[in-house]
Structure formats: C-alpha cells, structure tokens
C-alpha cells in the first residue's frame, strides 16, 4: 500500500448516491473553491422516478468529465488534492460504487487519504459552508425525498436520533401526491410552485400525528386523503392548485410542529433544516416565523445546497479527513446507514450499515 499524507490540503468531494452527480472541492482555509452538479432529470422523467440501473450508468458517464471541470475551475491539477471524499450511503447500491470506485482508485494513485462520508451527515453540515454556520451542539431536522428526521447533535459525529418518519418521507410524499395528480417529474418542486397559485382551506388535511406526543412523523395516510380529495373533484386546474396547497400546508405545518417541540425538549437555540424540502420557501418562511416567537435561530443552506450535492461532500470528508480520520483501500459503499452508528472526531470511522464492497 502507498504511504500515505496524513494532512490533506484541498479535498475533492463526489456524490453519486441517487440521480444527481455531484463534484466540489473545499479548503479548510479557503473555503469552497468550486463545485459542479449534473442532474439526470431529463433522463428519468419519462419513467416517472428514478431507474436505479440507468442512474449508475450516467454517473459512469458524467463523473470524470465533471472532476476534470471542477479542478480547472479551482485552478488546480489532481497533484495539488489533499485528500478525496466520496458517498459511502446510503443510497442506491450501484450509484454509490461509481463514486466510491473512481475516488478510492484517484486516492490510491494519488497516495493521498480518502474517506467515505455518510450522504445524511454531508447534508446535516450543509449549513457550514455558509459565512453565518451554526456550530454545534444544535438540532437538525434533515428533509429530503428518502428521510424526515429530527436529530440532536452534540458535536460534529455524535448524533441522537429525536423522530423519524414511521412511512413516507415529506419529500416522497410531495412526490407521490404530484404524481398523482399528473404534475411533471420531479414532482415536489412542481406541486411547490402550483401551490403558490391558491389561496389556502379549500380542503382540510389533517397534520399527522401532530394529536399526540412526540417526535416521529408520518405522511402516508395524508397521501391517502389526497388521493380521496382528488378522486372526488372534477381534476381542473383549480382543484389540483387548491389540494397541492393545503396539502403543501398539512405537511409544513407539521414539520414546524415537531420542529418547535424538538427544540421544547432540548433546550437547543440552533435549528439546521437540510435535504432538498429544506428549499421549500413555506417551510423556510414558517420557521423563521417559529423561531422569531420561540427564541431559537434557523440555519439553511443556499438552494443550491438543498438538494444532492458534491460541495457538502466536500466538507464533511475535509473535516474528517483534518481529524486524522480516513477509510481503508477497500471500495465500500453502504445502501443502508445508520446515522447514529457514526464515530465522532478524532477516533476510527465507522464502517457499520449494510456492506456492499469490491476487493
């Protein structure tokens, strides 16, 4: 095995976990340097959702182009990398091995360290490429179309699962119910814009388990009372605007609950909010207003940040890397990960979840 440089400079960070590839490179001292993402929306919105073997095919395609870019940007050559960082999981199998693969082979011929970073952790750090980051100890409530998790956070690896989702995530429901009212592919961000064209209570959803104590969530009996809603309505353009609103309100107003009861329970002032819902602009403006009354501060990424991405990759493999932390040789992906399995600063990394490995 090569020797190896124990204190990277520059790490490149790559995320292939789903449909979308994604390349930075980050500084611990300069910050973000650049970053590049392509979205393979065009190519699975004839399916109507992701198509796992064509997504591992395109990252094939797009991820070397996409590092070649991302280093000319930075105005650096592969020589001057400190490190790599890449997707371990979870996330679709033969994706993530695409990215583990090529940064574990550009480690190796490099001689420098690279670590596997959980694809929930790299978007509960998002908010730390911003000039305002929130340091911990903080509450993340992490949002995306496969999680709808409250998580406490102690210190950067340390982490205590507060709620999770019981079925459905918010993001897979916004999904779903647009597809189920024929909105185009990807169907949250469209339902999200049809609902700005409504006014609200012309149909009354219920907040889930929003009647009872605790933190979990669940979203799969309001996708049921949408689909009652639209299978009683004539389907015009009205209707489906009317129910993608009060449907959009049920599931915000939700998350703010739970949100304001996390932050009750804790006694945290800090709110990160991470995952491509944390870009809906309801959300956003309904916890701002949430924190304003209760006394605790919101944190968000940029949107571009929201959504799947190699920048967020970048960081948390960069400050990982600079604890001393690194993974062996062996190209390891996880499709499934427990968040909370994840070792904190400064001792091994944690190598527990659902293994797929090539050796």
């Known amino acids: ?13 790559i995320e292939t976990s789903c449909d ?14 650049a970053h590049a993402l392509y979205s393979q929306v065009e190519l699975h919105a004839e399916y109507g959702g992701v198509v796992p073997e064509l997504a591992s095919r395109d990252h094939v395609r797009k991820l070397l182009p996409l590092i070649r870019q991302t280093l000319a940007e930075a105005g650096m050559a ?12 979870p996330g679709l199998v033969g994706a993530l091995l695409v990215g583990a693969a090529a940064a574990r082979s550009l480690a190796w011929a490099l001689e420098i360290p690279a670590i596997g970073v959980h694809h929930m952790e790299g978007h509960l750090l998002a908010p730390m490429l911003e000039e305002d980051s929130p340091e911990p100890p903080f509450v993340a409530l992490l949002v995306s179309g496969g999680h709808s998790m409250l998580i406490e ?21 916004f999904d779903k119910t647009a597809k189920l ?38 979203f799969s009996g309001l996708k049921t009372q949408v689909l009652l809603a639209w299978q009683r309505s004539d389907h015009g353009d009205a209707v489906r605007a009317a129910i993608a609103r009060d449907f959009e309100e049920a599931i915000v107003e939700t998350l703010v ?4 009861r996390a932050m009750q329970a804790t006694g945290a002032k800090r709110l990160v909010i991470a995952g491509g819902v944390g870009a809906n602009r309801r959300l956003r403006a309904q916890l701002a207003e949430a ?15 929201c959504t799947d991405n190699g920048a967020m990759i970048a960081l948390a493999g960069s400050i990982r890397l600079h604890a001393g932390q690194c993974n062996d040789p062996q190209i390891r992906v996880f499709p499934r990960w427990d968040l909370q399995s994840l ?3 400064g001792t091994a990394p944690s190598n527990s979840g659902v293994e797929t490995a090539w050796t």
Do not use: H, W
Not at 153 to 173: H, S, W
């Open 343 to 345: 070792s904190a600063l």
């Open 153 to 173: 956070v102690e210190a950067i690896g340390r982490y205590r699962l507060l709620g999770d989702t019981l079925d459905d995530a918010a993001g897979e429901a």
């Open 257 to 260: 609950i739970k949100c304001r």
């Open 20 to 33: 979308e590839t994604g390349v930075a490179v980050y500084d611990r001292g300069r910050g973000l340097l």
């Open 291 to 305: 924190a304003s009354r209760d006394g605790f501060k919101t944190y968000f990424p940029r949107l571009e940040f």
């Open 78 to 89: 592969v020589a001057d990398l400190g490190g790599v960082a890449y997707t371990a999981g």
């Open 181 to 218: 009212m024929g909105l185009p592919y990807p169907g949250g961000p469209a339902l999200a814009r049809l609902a700005e064209t409504a006014v609200p209570g012309q149909f009354r959803f219920t907040r889930p388990m929003t009647d009872r104590p605790g933190l979990d969530m669940s």
């Open 1 to 13: 095995m090569p020797s190896i440089n124990a204190k990277p400079g520059p790490v490149l960070g």
